[in-house]
């Protein structure tokens, strides 16, 4: 810890005081995220945290009174962006002191986690540091901050979620009809260019009576879609309804029961935790969508094993055709790196060649950035800068290839789409289809929260046109 800064700590043994909304003066809380959907997620539980002590949202980043940015570690350039972020809120934060007023600037998130009291001596304008484990912990950081830097990046034993406020019904509302839902957080898998295990702690999941009241309380509220977190979502293991260890499978058949959702979806899955019941319900769940992100990181078996994966790239070829055969129609994602240490230009052929047997509807790729604590750092034979760009063109360019194959298959089919949104003209209604395509239809705006078959017309560049097949179900 930053000692020199002498930045306070929280009690482990704080509890939140409890306090009625409206009490505490009115203060704007505006959070930035970066990273992926938890993060998102994990924002809007800091707003509700807040909310009982007079803090409510504000989307301009001028208005506020705190602002948190939400930080991602996993790359270089993700993390080299918060302290840009950071210098330009260090400038706003003078602009107001020469007005009389304060703007107290928080970091949370996996940079927070990572770089802990470091992040005072960077950038001396920030007044809270909190990990991703203990944002519940934010009333009591912000006021700590009142007389100096605060810090907790502590993995607290208690579970944070005990400790969240839930989101009033009309705050759900404003968030829209699709919400995002955490029910497994941490790993334990170590691959060996990944910070998460670090920033996240060891695999936790949440027990499912409290994640199934999550779910029908959003569902209330008026969500009909529902994505379920974890960065290794399907490694899911939580105490059951009867006390006994449920699997992700048994989970999704449990809130497939809540009569109001009418959509379920899952992310990130590790290909060794896809197991058979997993598989099954994706079969047999109704609402469990026909799209799963599984990534695979590289088609070498090489590479595999010193990103400490776990399985080959013939295991993930007879996966994804098991997957295939338990639901014919559903589509696959991924994620790839190219340029881990000592990829040879074999080792990329035979990453293409998986891309190309595989067949993936969407696909997200990075170039290998080494992270600081991780082993991929300390390896010797790091691949050249311009092989590394050279490789990312070559694999972007066939993934968005079968991206643009798999949108334009779309044209003719009828397929169900939540509509979420009014459209962009007049008269315009927009949703998604079970394959998170972005859809604009012709509709009324009373088949906003319905879902509808489409059939599909037209393929743009980002979204897809269709027709109103039948009356909205
Ligand atoms: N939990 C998920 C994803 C974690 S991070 C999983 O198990 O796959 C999301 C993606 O970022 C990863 O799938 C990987 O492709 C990429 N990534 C992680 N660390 C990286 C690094 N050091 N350099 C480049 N890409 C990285
Ligand atoms: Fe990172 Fe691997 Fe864990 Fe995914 S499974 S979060 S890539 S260590
Ligand atoms: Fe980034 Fe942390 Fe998510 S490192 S990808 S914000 S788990």
Redesign the pocket.
């Known amino acids: 810890m930053n000692s020199d800064l002498e930045a306070a700590t929280v009690q482990k043994d704080w509890a939140p005081a409890r306090s009625g909304q409206g009490e505490k003066a009115a203060k704007k809380l505006h959070v930035k995220s970066f990273g ?1 959907q938890m993060n998102v997620y994990d924002a809007t539980r800091m707003a509700d945290v807040l909310a009982p002590e007079g803090f409510s949202e504000t989307g301009a980043i001028e208005d506020a009174d705190l602002v948190i940015l939400n930080t991602c570690h ?2 270089e350039k993700a993390s080299e962006k918060v302290f840009s972020e950071l210098g330009r809120l260090r400038r706003l934060k003078e602009e107001r002191r020469a007005e009389g007023k304060d703007l107290r600037i928080a970091v949370a998130g996996c940079v927070a986690q990572a770089e802990g009291g470091e992040i005072f001596r960077k950038q001396r304008a920030v007044d809270i540091v909190v990990g991703p484990q203990s944002y519940h912990r934010l009333p009591e950081l912000v006021r700590l901050a009142a007389d100096g830097p605060a810090i907790d990046t502590d993995f607290p034993v208690d579970d944070k979620f005990n400790h969240l406020t839930p989101p009033t019904a009309d705050k759900i509302r404003t968030r829209g009809l699709s919400a995002f839902l955490t029910v497994q957080e941490g ?1 334990d ?1 170590f ?1 060996s ?4 295990p670090y920033t996240r702690g060891a695999e936790a999941s949440r027990e499912v009576q409290k994640i199934v009241a999550e779910a029908e309380a959003l569902t209330r509220a008026g969500v009909r879609e529902i994505t379920l977190l974890g ?2 979502v399907n490694a899911f293991h939580g105490k059951g309804e009867d006390d006994e260890i449920w699997s992700l499978a048994r989970l999704v058949e449990r809130l497939s029961e809540i009569a109001g959702l009418a959509r379920l979806r899952y992310t ?3 290909p060794n935790d896809m197991a058979d019941d997993l598989i099954r319900a994706h079969g047999e769940a109704a609402k469990l969508m026909p799209f799963l992100h599984l ?1 695979v ?1 590289s088609g070498s078996d090489r590479i595999l094993a010193a990103m400490n994966r776990k399985h080959r790239a013939e295991d993930f070829l007879r996966l994804a055709k098991k997957i295939r055969a338990a639901r014919p129609d559903i589509a696959l994602s991924s ?3 190219v340029g881990f240490p000592g990829e040879t230009d074999e080792d990329f052929e035979a990453t293409l060649a998986l891309i190309r047997a595989v067949d993936f509807a969407s696909t ?1 790729y ?6 600081p604590g ?1 082993p ?1 750092a300390e390896l010797a034979d790091q691949v050249e800068e311009a092989v590394k760009t050279e490789r990312l063109a070559r694999l972007g360019e066939l993934v968005e290839a079968q991206r643009a194959a798999f949108n334009r298959a779309m044209v003719g089919r009828t397929v169900d789409v939540l509509f979420e949104k009014p459209g962009r003209r007049p008269g315009q209604i927009g949703g998604k289809t079970p394959y998170l395509q972005a859809v604009h239809a012709d509709g009324p705006d009373s088949l906003i929260g319905t879902v509808a078959a489409v059939e599909i017309v037209e393929c743009g560049s980002n979204s897809l046109f269709g027709r109103l097949a039948k009356e909205a179900r």
Not at 193 to 196: K, Y
Not at 366 to 371: A, N
């Open positions: 992926c996993i790359r790993c898998k691959c260019f990944c910070v998460v960065q290794n990130t899955s590790h990534p990181q994620d790839f790196i997200f990075f170039k290998y950035s080494p992270r991780t991929g």
